[in-house]
């Protein structure tokens, strides 16, 4: 129950609006690598939250990029080797957001290629 609780608050403290701060990105990938760390220290299920985010965040890249007739990235990859690249990013990086790791892995994506 504790634990759950903990995921809860978290949830609300990170999805609530920064007031007075104007920033094109809100929710979980714009915590910082470190805070990140600290929480998935703590709770290492906090990861599914930021992890599901990343995926959300990745999909809508790649629905703009096929809009304006581009090449999208391939998401379908092992969902652990992806959460593993965005917690290795976040160690080297603690002063970047989550979400610079997640543009970091979409980048080295291969090419979604429509059959």
């Known amino acids: 129950m504790t634990q759950t609780l903990a995921v809860v608050l978290c949830c609300i403290v990170l999805l609530m609006?920064?007031?007075?701060?104007?920033?094109?990105v809100q929710g979980p990938g714009a915590?910082?690598?470190?805070?990140?760390a600290?929480?998935?220290?703590a709770d290492p299920s906090i990861e599914m939250i930021f992890f599901t985010w990343?995926?959300?965040?990745?999909s809508a890249i790649n629905m703009s990029v096929l809009a304006s007739d581009?090449?999208?990235?391939?998401?379908?990859g092992e969902a652990a080797d992806q959460k593993r690249a965005f917690r290795s990013y976040c160690a080297n990086n603690p002063l970047?957001?989550?979400m610079d790791g997640v543009?970091?892995?979409?980048?080295?994506?291969?090419?979604?290629r429509r059959n």
């Not at 600290?38 to 220290?41: I, P, V």
């Not at 581009?70 to 379908?76: K, T």
């Open 54 to 58: 990343a995926q959300g965040y990745m």
């Open 96 to 98: 970047k957001n989550y």
């Open 38 to 41: 600290k929480m998935y220290q």
């Open 103 to 112: 543009l970091d892995l979409y980048g080295k994506l291969p090419f979604y």
């Open 17 to 24: 609006p920064r007031a007075g701060l104007a920033y094109p």
């Open 31 to 36: 915590t910082s690598c470190a805070e990140f």
């Open 70 to 76: 581009r090449l999208a990235r391939e998401l379908a």
